[in-house]
């Protein structure tokens, strides 16, 4: 027996709202395979830090999100615990890698690495 779990309409229309903003979606895909840093982000997306911040604490607000501290710097990570992850991650399966932009950042010693 095949079981399928549905999302209430009205926070699908949250999280689908929220995922529609291109730089979401886009940081969505990244933190599904790599842990980032808002200062990584900020060179990702060439935007200030306050703008990626707001847009970090609008995904970690519905608990999208997770943060972890390491010392000075603060690790974001997908949360595979959000009761909508099925969805989420349905949605991001869909869309292209983007291994590109953290690639280029190794390049220009630009990626954090906490031991």
Known sequence: ?????TVDLQRATQLLKLLG??????????????????CEFVEIFKMSQPAISQHLRKLRDIELVKEERRGQWIFYSINPEHEDYPLINSILDHLPEQDELINELKKQGLRISCS
Request: aromatic share 0%; proline share 0%.
């Open 1 to 5: 027996m095949n079981t399928k779990e």
């Open 21 to 38: 903003d291109k730089t979401r979606l886009t940081m969505m895909k990244l933190l599904a395979s790599h842990e980032c840093c808002v």
